[in-house]
């Protein structure tokens, strides 16, 4: 029989869809699943941008330019001049979500056998695309005690080889949550740029803050220009997960020209998908108002509810919509699992992602999970009583 390639031996899971099957076995069952798993807001995609999709008179659907039409690109830079981000619309790659962007950015900077050191936990799909690059990634571990704040610049200087080449942070943090300071943006700044490295920060979730507290992007860094790579997406901004539209956004000319090549190797991203984007940056601001004051309240419900269970310890986030709870058990892969299979509460049960698959270092938070909190507050409420009475049954 012929044989898998050893990279597609090596590719990970996904830790957030692994257990799809499970929950449609528990629906077969005639169970609600509350679904905690994934983050796939149900806040309504803004109407302008479906819109402009259903009222759209193309006659033939053309590819776009593989950068992306140029006048998306141009709103894009105009909505981030609107955020402190000085980009020219030739700055960017518009890219078939923000999954490619990483991608891209991953090939243009680094070879095979290359590092790249990642704050852990990261969002699970990093180990995917460092497999498929064939790089290899290098953890600095946060800590559920520090609200998985940024390690030392210590820690992630005595990691650096000559095989180094980037830094990649979540920010806000997907699954924790944290949403670095400035000064935590400018150690960063000043560490890649004394190694000459790069500095990749996914800021998918840039409107997600909360508690007053503002966001910090890489690109508003002076003097970080030649270093900086921002990876960016519709995705959750505008509740349009399946646009699959991201960017890939350098004033590093040489980055966005060889990016430029891997996005013609594909042809283009998406024309229908960017039609919605672009009419969605007409979004008003009451609309990301209201959506963080809903984001404000879940989150508090689920906190409140979370530490009233007896040995869990969470994280409190502070941006996106997603939180790490480390639960007294010593497996959350068989506890999930277990929840779909054989535990509900009145034919209803939950779905977590186990989170150790959100690290790269063997056998850490194999006793933590990710919850996203993108269902409305009695939902999560009913989620977490579940998710109590099935901790006080379960057994290793």
């Known amino acids: 029989m012929p044989r898998i390639s050893n990279k597609g031996l090596a590719m990970p899971e996904s830790p957030i869809r692994k257990l799809v ?10 169970k609600k699943v509350y679904h905690l798993n994934i983050g796939q807001p149900d806040i309504k995609t803004p109407e302008v941008a479906l819109e402009a999709v259903k009222n ?21 830079a105009a909505y981030y001049a609107k955020n402190n981000i000085d980009v020219a619309a030739t700055d960017i790659i518009v890219t078939t979500g923000g999954s490619e962007a990483l991608l891209f950015a991953f090939g243009s900077i680094m070879d095979v056998d290359d590092e790249i050191i990642i704050p852990e936990p990261f969002y699970a799909n990093y180990n995917g695309f460092s497999t498929a690059s064939g790089v290899n990634v290098v953890p600095v571990i946060s800590k559920i005690e520090d609200n998985f704040a940024l390690p030392p610049i210590s820690e992630f200087e005595k990691l650096i080889t000559p095989k180094t080449k980037a830094i990649l942070i979540c920010n806000p943090g997907n699954p924790t949550g944290y949403l670095y300071s400035e000064a935590e943006i400018q150690q960063l700044a000043e560490l890649v740029k004394k190694h000459d490295l790069f500095l990749i920060a996914d800021e998918v979730y840039r409107e997600f803050t909360y508690d007053g507290v503002t966001h910090n992007s890489i690109m508003s ?21 399946g646009a699959r539209i991201g960017c890939l956004v350098s004033k590093n000319k040489a980055v966005i020209s060889t990016a430029l090549k891997f996005a013609q ?16 940056l007409d979004t008003p601001q009451s609309y990301f108002d209201e959506v963080s004051t809903e984001y404000v309240d879940r989150r508090n419900t689920l906190i409140e509810e979370l530490h009233k269970i007896e040995g869990v310890k969470v994280g409190v986030p502070k941006g996106a919509f997603y939180c790490i709870a480390e639960l007294p058990i010593q497996n959350s892969d068989a506890f999930a699992q277990w929840l779909l299979e054989s535990f509900d509460v009145d034919g209803e049960t939950v779905m977590v992602a186990p989170a150790g698959g959100f690290y790269s270092t063997p056998g850490v938070g194999l006793n933590q999970i990710r919850i996203a909190y993108v269902l409305n507050k009695d939902s999560l409420i009913k989620a977490v009583h579940i998710l109590k009475e099935a901790l006080k049954v379960y057994k290793d």
Not at 62 to 75: C, H, Q
Request: one cysteine or more; aromatic letters at 8%; hydrophobic letters at 35%.
């Open 265 to 280: 190797a594909r042809l283009s991203p998406p024309t229908l998908a960017q039609i919605a984007s672009e009419a969605a």
């Open 21 to 30: 099957p499970y929950s449609e076995q528990a629906y077969k069952a005639g």
């Open 221 to 241: 860094v002076k003097g970080l220009e030649a270093h900086a790579i921002m990876i960016d997406s519709v995705s959750k901004r505008y509740s349009m997960c």
């Open 56 to 76: 759209n008179t193309l006659e033939i659907l053309e590819y776009s330019r593989s950068e992306g039409s140029e006048a998306y690109r141009t709103k894009i």
